[in-house]
């Protein structure tokens, strides 16, 4: 859940999708923007129109709705002219911001925004919760399963791994000169 909605910084992304000139692509359910500070060559952020805090307000009246969102990411990737690089998406189980927003990333993590361990693990891990799982989730038990304060903690530290070979880096520096290497 987000860590709480009263911070003005964490009513950030609200702010972003109420300026149209921040606004990527739009419709009548879903606002795409830009990530002020992208962690990749690409970065976009789908949020719902409706007011939703977080995963964990999410409920199976939602399904249709995250299944949108998945779609908006696809369709944002292909009219932003796209399609040629690969992409990940999906939500971050302990979010920062404010309201739900889906990351749409694309994997070259090619950015000066990209600087620390937990900022890698948060795109690289479990931590990293992929829209169908997050809609199986509801499905099944109707609710997002999260995982817990420990289990994001330890997500977010786990030892560096490349996202593409079996490289171990020793260190952020070493980790952002190897990924070049797959760009
Ligand atoms: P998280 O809450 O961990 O899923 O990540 C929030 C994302 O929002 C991060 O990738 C930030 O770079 C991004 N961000 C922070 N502030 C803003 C803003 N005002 N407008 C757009 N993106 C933002
Ligand atoms: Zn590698």
Redesign the pocket.
């Known amino acids: 859940m987000?860590k709480s909605t009263n911070n003005s910084?964490q009513q950030?992304?609200v702010?972003?999708m109420k300026n149209p000139k921040?606004v990527v692509t739009s419709d009548d359910l879903v606002t795409v923007?830009?990530?002020?500070?992208?962690?990749a060559e690409v970065?976009f952020?789908v949020l719902p129109k409706e007011n939703i805090s977080s995963l964990t307000a999410l409920n199976q009246d939602h399904i249709d709705l995250l299944r949108h969102i998945e779609r908006a990411g696809q369709t944002v990737i292909k009219e932003e002219g796209h399609s040629h690089r690969k992409f990940k998406m999906g939500?971050?189980a302990?979010?920062?911001?404010y309201r739900l927003?889906m990351?749409v990333i694309s994997d070259d993590f090619n950015s000066t925004?990209l600087k620390h361990k937990k900022h890698w693990n948060?795109f690289t891990t479990d931590f990293f919760l992929k829209p169908e799982d997050v809609i199986e989730s509801l499905e099944t038990h109707g609710k997002v399963r999260i995982p817990s304060p420990a289990e994001c903690k330890a997500l977010l530290a786990t030892p560096l791994k490349c996202h593409k070979c079996d490289h171990r880096p020793r260190n952020m520096p070493d980790l952002k000169e190897h990924i070049l290497s797959h760009v």
């Not at 923007?33 to 962690?39: G, M, Q």
């Not at 302990?94 to 911001?97: I, Q, S």
């Open positions: 987000a910084w950030g992304l702010r972003t921040a923007i830009n990530d002020l500070y992208p962690k970065h952020l939500f971050h302990d979010p920062n911001m927003h990351h925004c948060s």
